[in-house]
């Protein structure tokens, strides 16, 4: 599988990541080796195979459910605690809308 | 006191019988875990107020008459990935180097609970992203057997913890390895759970269809001990299973006659040298102990690889999208829109490898690639779980190598990420498949390089593992 720059800085931009110009090349050495290494998978013939999402158990489909009773949220202080910036109880970020 | 011969059992004797206090223990705990520290960087910070607040609780308790719980006083390292309300975690990564979290994990509320004494937070890979504990922002992790040598990864700093003696258990995480391979290549017992035995609420997520929680200790009863008291059904976890949790180590018997264990032909065809020849002698000592050892085939094994990291990767891209700039305290201050804040942020500060494995993973998602790659490997997945389940008609428990080779150089592997990525052929293939999984300590090698053993069993027979390992233990070296 060969991959070109053009596609490591798409991949990126998907990615939210902005990369270096010396990590470029790098990372499309990488990926080209690593992709080489996961054609291997063509070699299955997978054709009446379900692909498995998750591992399954035998639970109804209701285990995973609560009774539907409000709790405790965390709050809002502690929810911002951690926040980069933050003013007035919320996150704050850079402007958006342009006006 | 010392510190690093104390057992679950001899600490819960020594304070039934006043021999010292909780709070004596937990001091004496960490001015050794501080002392010992700069030879290996295993920690990479300690809680002495948490750590002297549960031993008092704990002191309490017996000062009381109330049973002090299956973990009192315990001296207790968690890997820094696990969230510690008020105790900085950091999952080894320069985003989250200032992040205290508001909430503690399940795991953690439940080792509290029983009297456990949380000492510090231990490296790790970033994101326990890793196979080496090389990735973290913080700098590697030295293994106390050969500090030339990688503690192994991701949970290097939890492994290697516990075989130094500065904590008597430990918590790790593994997504394809990242507790058996650290615990093989320290010399250790490691354990990895059936896929939602333990809750993974407040386990930073990687990759979320394989991540799991895992205990470290020196022998085989104190993992089964904080298995035990960690394990079962947690509300905030909705993929944590209900099935009920037995007192695995009451059930230690020692007798594994008539047990049938599976070898796979295609793990050991790959495996020469010395980590050979020792899981050789490891099988025939199970065989005097009365195993009915078998050759079995798990066919699609050359495609695991391949298969865990386009899964692992994919998910690892999603999960890691959080780290925005915006909740989690580390923000780009050179941005003056929002999509850069979003790209300098990220950029700027997640490592080569998480970075790698975020490019992997967008890649194999995105539009054109997806069925070609993830859905092919997920497909591929549910054939490496058929095998399994084909061997375990046949056979109670699978016995194999945790990894290709002992401990390597530090530096030796890092600008190789596919040999890397090679190396966890044979941990990758139980963590698809999502069986229970151990790695425990199988021999030396000639310069004193601690080999670990495998032994897998069927979805919740995390009984079955402990015995044969228990047993494999009380019958002394190989």
Do not use: W
Request: glycine share 10%; proline share 5%.
């Amino acid at each position: 599988m060969k991959i070109t720059e053009k596609e490591v800085r798409y991949v990126a931009g998907l990615a939210n990541l902005q990369l270096e110009e010396g990590e470029i090349g790098k990372l499309q050495a990488d990926l080209e080796s690593i992709l080489e290494h996961f054609d291997k998978l063509n070699e299955v013939d997978t054709s009446d195979v379900a692909p498995m999402a998750q591992v399954l158990f035998d639970a109804g489909e209701t285990a995973a459910l609560r009774a539907d009773e409000p709790v405790a949220p965390l709050g809002n202080e502690a929810a911002l605690a951690n926040a980069a910036q933050k003013g007035s109880g919320y996150f704050k970020v850079p402007k958006v809308i342009e006006r | 006191m010392d510190i690093p011969s104390l057992t679950i059992d001899s600490i819960r004797k020594g304070l039934l019988a006043r021999q010292f206090s909780a709070t004596e223990l937990a001091g004496e705990a960490l001015r050794f875990a501080e002392g010992e520290n700069p030879k290996t960087g295993a920690y990479l910070h300690f809680s002495p107020e948490r750590a002297l607040a549960a031993a008092a609780r704990v002191d309490e308790r017996i000062a009381r008459g109330e049973d002090p719980g299956r973990l009192a006083g315990v001296p207790v390292a968690v890997k820094d990935v696990i969230v510690t309300k008020g105790l900085r975690t950091t999952c080894g990564s320069k985003l989250l180097a200032n992040y205290i979290p508001p909430y503690d994990a399940t795991a953690i509320v439940r080792l509290e609970q029983a009297g456990g004494v949380i000492v510090g937070k231990t490296n790790c890979d970033e994101f326990a992203m890793g196979s080496s504990n090389e990735n973290s922002a913080f700098g590697p992790v030295r293994n106390p057997v050969a500090p030339d040598r990688v503690p192994g990864g991701s949970s290097g700093g939890s492994a290697a913890a516990v075989a130094q003696g500065t904590a008597v258990v430990s918590l790790g995480s593994d997504t394809g390895g990242s507790v058996r391979q650290p615990a093989s290549f320290c010399g250790v017992v490691g354990v990895t759970p059936t896929y939602g035995r333990v809750s993974r609420y407040g386990l930073t997520a990687f990759a979320s269809s394989l991540d799991h929680i895992g205990p470290f200790s020196r022998s085989v009863k104190d993992s089964a001990t904080v298995l035990g008291v960690i394990a079962g059904r947690d509300a905030a976890d909705s993929t944590s299973a209900t099935a009920p949790v037995p007192d695995y180590a009451s059930l230690l018997d020692g007798n594994v006659k008539g047990l049938k264990l599976g070898l796979p032909v295609e793990y050991l065809k790959d495996l020469t040298g010395e980590s050979g020849e020792l899981i050789a002698r490891g099988v025939e000592k199970l065989k005097t102990l009365g195993c009915e050892v078998r050759e079995i085939s798990l066919p699609a094994t050359d495609y695991a690889i391949a298969c865990y990291y386009i899964i692992a990767t994919a998910e690892a891209s999603s999960n890691l999208a959080r780290y925005d700039g915006v909740r989690y305290t580390v923000r780009s201050g050179h941005s003056d829109t929002l999509a850069d804040m979003y790209r300098n942020t990220r950029g700027e500060n997640f490592g080569a490898e998480c970075k790698r494995r975020i490019m992997l993973g967008t890649y194999v998602l995105s539009a054109g690639y997806y069925d070609a790659y993830y859905l092919k490997a997920q497909k591929v997945r549910a054939l490496i779980a058929r095998d399994f389940a084909r061997a375990f008609e046949q056979v109670d428990a699978i016995v194999a190598p945790v990894s290709p080779f002992p401990a390597f150089q530090l530096g030796e592997k890092v600008d190789d990420p596919v040999a890397m990525y090679l190396s966890d052929i044979f941990t990758i293939t139980g963590s698809l498949a999502g069986i229970p999984c151990m790695s425990l300590p199988c021999g030396k090698t000639a310069e004193g390089l601690p080999v670990g053993m495998q032994v897998l069993t069927r979805h919740f027979d995390e009984t079955t593992m402990f015995r044969v390992a228990d047993a494999f233990e009380k019958a002394g070296a190989v």
